[in-house]
């Protein structure tokens, strides 16, 4: 028999390909939080091998671990192999499948499931097995768009079974539009979430020294298909900009990093260097001027609040939250589309206002600390015990 303050609130991520990113910082950090109020947690993550050290600190402080089984995939070395693990995970030791995972944490009675998706649908099994089960839940919705309509089979799960949760939380109204539309129904209990940032409220960080050249910064993963990498190369090897005191610096790392890299050769572009993974946001604004994020598809990025915080303005696409976050020509420039002309557009009139730029940097930073608290996972961690407290 469980009492209430042993009952626990569980969190599931749902992302298919790795520990970390985005997606995951907000559910990690809240999940921390409860564990140091002394609640009682369960993690159920996909086995993507050794641990992260955000994760790892959070098993050392006491939150219990299920891992499910991990998918083949093209990375794997044998792709054909099956190991027993992978065959009879979760009967012999090894991790869960998906059913097995539901069962076991159906087992221990939780006040409330949290089911973080990495996008739009990656999470439809688990939503339709907690629904079915009778579990309280809520899920987080990161990614989304025009370019990620759910196929037919979850998007049938999702419309079914999302209305069973207690909340569905969205990182941007956009996000939440576009899921229903293409769920072709009204989401009830919506509400939304922010991520914590990397960069601390009125972060130190002095403008560069010298307005010239322009410094531009791409911060994220290199996954062009989402972030757009191609149509910043493709801007670049336009004449006007060939011909303009102006730099590029593509900071993150990824799989498509030699195509990139080609892809620059390809225009002779020499504007543009790469320069990996860089864990001190702050260190990339003391030397830059403008972030530049021509996303085809967003949530809410943290790279995007990390620049406002540091008072940097930005150029980003119309999609996800960006445009909810950033005012045109006050704290960044808009392009109306994930395109080449509507880029350069946008670059165009950041390139006209660029002796403007550190006073829209400042706009930036009034305007992310007016919109988002200053402690987004101690603001959730909140509400999830509420909605716990609920369901005892």
């Known amino acids: 028999m469980h009492t209430d303050s042993q009952r626990p609130i569980v969190f599931?991520?749902?992302?298919?390909?790795?520990?970390?990113?985005?997606?995951?910082?907000?559910?990690?950090?809240?999940?921390?939080?409860?564990v140091q109020r002394g609640r009682r947690v369960v993690v159920c993550v996909q086995d993507h091998g050794e641990l992260t050290p955000e994760l790892l600190?959070?098993?050392?402080?006491?939150?219990?671990?299920?891992?499910?089984?991990?998918?083949?995939?093209r990375e794997d070395p044998n792709p054909h192999r099956l190991d027993w693990r992978e065959r009879f995970g979760g009967w012999?030791?090894?991790?869960?499948?998906?059913?097995?995972s539901l069962e076991r944490i159906a087992g221990c009675r939780p006040a409330?499931?949290?089911?973080?998706?990495?996008?739009?649908?990656?999470?439809?099994?688990?939503?339709?097995?907690?629904?079915?089960?009778?579990?309280?839940?809520?899920?987080?919705?990161?990614?989304?768009?025009p370019q990620l309509w759910p196929n037919g089979y979850d998007a049938d799960l999702l419309a079914d079974h999302l209305p069973h949760a207690l909340a569905n939380y969205f990182c941007s109204r956009s996000n939440l539009r576009w899921l229903e539309t293409q769920l072709g129904i009204r989401i009830p209990n919506a509400g939304f979430f922010h991520y914590p940032p990397k960069a601390a409220r009125?972060?130190?960080?002095?403008?560069?020294?010298?307005?010239?050249?322009?410094?531009?910064?791409?911060?994220?993963?290199?996954?062009?298909?989402?972030?757009?990498?191609?149509?910043?190369?493709?801007?670049?090897?336009?004449?006007?900009?060939?011909?303009?005191?102006?730099?590029?610096?593509?900071?993150g790392d990824g799989?498509?990093?030699?195509?990139?890299?080609?892809?620059?050769?390809?225009?002779?572009?020499?504007?543009?260097?790469?320069?990996?993974?860089?864990?001190?946001?702050?260190?990339?604004?003391?030397?830059?001027?403008?972030?530049l994020q021509p996303s085809r598809h967003e949530g809410l990025p943290n790279t995007l609040t990390e620049a406002m915080r540091c008072a940097r303005p930005a150029v980003v696409t119309d999609v996800g939250g960006n445009a909810e976050l950033v005012e045109e020509g006050v704290s960044g420039f808009i392009a109306r589309h994930a395109d080449e002309d509507s880029v350069a557009?946008?670059?165009?009139?950041c390139w006209d206002r660029r002796h403007e730029l550190c006073a829209m940097g400042l706009a930036a930073r009034r305007r992310v600390e007016s919109v988002l608290p200053a402690d987004p996972a101690a603001v959730f961690a909140d509400e999830l015990l509420v909605l716990a407290g609920t369901n005892r």
């Open 57 to 73: 600190r959070l098993r050392q402080a006491g939150a219990a671990f299920l891992f499910r089984r991990r998918w083949i995939t």
């Open 92 to 100: 012999f030791g090894g991790p869960l499948s998906q059913y097995q």
């Open 12 to 34: 599931i991520a749902t992302n298919p390909w790795g520990y970390g990113g985005g997606s995951e910082y907000l559910w990690q950090e809240t999940a921390m939080r409860l």
């Open 112 to 145: 409330l499931v949290v089911v973080n998706q990495c996008e739009n649908a990656d999470g439809a099994w688990c939503v339709a097995g907690l629904s079915q089960r009778g579990l309280p839940f809520v899920t987080l919705i990161h990614n989304g768009g």
């Open 345 to 349: 557009d946008a670059m165009e009139r």
């Open 255 to 291: 799989h498509q990093e030699a195509a990139l890299k080609r892809l620059v050769g390809m225009h002779g572009v020499s504007s543009l260097g790469f320069r990996g993974h860089v864990a001190d946001v702050t260190a990339v604004w003391r030397d830059h001027h403008v972030l």
């Open 202 to 251: 009125n972060v130190d960080c002095p403008w560069p020294t010298t307005d010239e050249p322009l410094r531009v910064a791409m911060v994220g993963r290199l996954d062009p298909k989402s972030k757009g990498h191609d149509l910043v190369i493709a801007l670049l090897a336009r004449d006007v900009w060939r011909e303009r005191p102006v730099t590029v610096d593509v900071f």
